[in-house]
């Protein structure tokens, strides 16, 4: 009887604790759910993205659930794993539903040859395109995003034509939702202008600088070339280094012109060499050289300085030119390339590749300086890819009002607004997202 007793107090005992079980899960559900809704649990951006892509893929297959996954879904999850960062470059333009975040009229900071929608432009299919990354997945802008990274900072874009492009691109896209104040502005063609946004004590400014390096522009009134001064940069901009949190630089396209290059700090200092100097007592050298030695001056002077900044370098965005410059259908194109259609060769590729190089290269020799990051906003291949959306005719309003004349001037270098250059920005948040998180 006793053997048996026993038994029917573990039965019982059994049984209580199989009733428990539920009772105690049924009490910790509220307090969890309690938990979860006043602290919840933040994934990184690309860790979302990687997850979404998975599920979607594993929900659309109609394979057995013990068959294995696709193979790009498993490369994503190795990446993931191993914190493999997205590789932006490597993609293609696809088509878009939404379109853009601002239009001509929004913001009023677009110059006016780049606001194609207000000077007539009416193929506007090249506003639907978002560039696609093959491996992984490049969110779409987020202005509420960018200015609570940026909060309590000064941002600038430092450079040519194609800095001022960007920079425009980012006010407007953040102006859809905060309105900022222009506190300054000088210079032909407002060649330097910031502005503030009260809303997150956010600075945004521009410096003209299309070399990078001090230089003395080709003028009418004087001779027919630039005048580069290679081993200092541009006072303009570097006496305020020390203001900015971050910096985008964009040169390129002025280097194409006339230039002699000194190595000393005035015309009687030792001439390095040329590009394209004829009558003159030079040695023609080229361009490639001297827009190495800018950048190296440029980047060294960051590395001397020992801030902690975020440093980007948007590499050279090609032009798109099939015809003359003054002619109609200059850059007739109304939808982008296909990924292979277009290769990146020449001129293009040489510049671009002297970038990363020397991007590399000032990446090994700051890495010692805890806080300066150094990196390439490698918009190259995206640009290549987009012969639809630079002003063509439209840098003036309504250039065929009157019929299609003999001469009308054309833009196939610079981008609409809203345009391409958006993307831009686009990767810019994106890589200052990720550099948070690590």
């Known amino acids: 009887m006793g053997l048996i007793s026993n038994l029917l107090k573990e039965k019982k005992h059994s049984q209580f604790i199989k009733k428990l079980i539920p009772w105690t899960i049924y009490a910790l559900l509220p307090i969890a759910l309690f938990r979860l809704y006043f ?10 993205d990687q997850i979404t892509q998975i599920a979607v893929s594993s929900s659309s297959s109609s394979s057995s659930s013990l068959s294995p996954p696709p193979s790009s879904v498993r490369e994503e999850e190795v990446n993931a794993i191993n914190e493999t960062p997205c590789d932006y470059t490597d993609g ?22 780049q606001n194609c929608i207000a000077h007539g432009r009416s193929d506007l299919g090249f506003l639907y395109w978002r560039w696609k990354p093959h491996r992984c997945s490049l969110p779409r802008f987020d202005p509420n ?32 939702v905060s309105t900022p104040k222009l506190l300054f502005r000088d210079g032909d063609d407002n060649k330097f202008r910031k502005w503030y946004f009260p809303s997150h004590n956010l600075t945004l400014s521009v410096y003209w600088s299309p070399f990078l390096v001090d230089g003395i522009e080709k003028s ?70 001297a827009l190495r030695k800018a950048l190296r001056t440029t980047f060294q002077t960051i590395i001397d300085r020992g801030n902690e900044m975020d440093v980007f370098l ?35 590729k040489e510049i671009r590749e002297i970038e990363a190089e020397e991007v590399e290269e000032a990446k090994a020799r700051g890495k010692q300086i805890g806080g300066l990051r150094i990196e390439a906003l490698d918009v190259t291949k995206i640009s290549l890819l987009r012969p639809d959306g630079h002003p063509g005719p439209y840098m003036h309003p309504f250039p065929y009002a009157n019929g299609v004349g003999d001469r009308v001037q054309n833009d196939c270098v610079h981008w609409c607004l809203p345009g391409p250059v958006d993307t831009w920005n686009q990767i810019l948040l994106h890589i200052l997202n990720r550099g948070r998180s690590q």
């Not at 602290?39 to 979302?48: C, E, K, V, Y």
């Not at 333009?93 to 677009?110: A, E």
Request: overall charge negative; proline content about 6%; some cysteine.
């Open 39 to 48: 602290h919840p649990i933040h994934l990184p951006d690309s860790s979302i």
């Open 92 to 113: 293609k333009w696809v088509p878009d539903k939404l379109g853009p975040l601002y239009n001509g009229s929004t913001c009023g900071t677009i110059k006016e040859a």
């Open 145 to 176: 995003k960018f200015l609570h990274l940026m909060t309590h900072k000064h941002i600038t874009f430092i450079g040519d034509s194609m800095a001022r492009n960007q920079l425009e691109s980012l006010l407007c896209l953040l102006s859809s």
């Open 220 to 289: 009418n009134t004087g001779p027919n070339h630039n005048k580069l001064f290679l081993n200092r940069v541009n006072e303009k901009w570097g006496a305020d280094l020390d203001d900015f949190h971050a910096v985008v630089f964009s040169i390129g396209h002025w280097y194409l012109h006339p230039a002699v290059y000194f190595e000393g700090d005035d015309d009687s200092s030792s001439v390095m060499g040329c590009h394209y100097c004829p009558g003159l007592n030079h040695t023609e050298i080229g361009f490639y050289d």
């Open 314 to 348: 948007a590499t050279f965005s090609p032009s798109h030119f099939e015809g003359e410059w003054d002619k109609a259908g200059a850059c007739p194109k109304t939808q982008p390339f296909e990924e292979n259609e277009k290769k990146l060769e020449g001129m293009e």
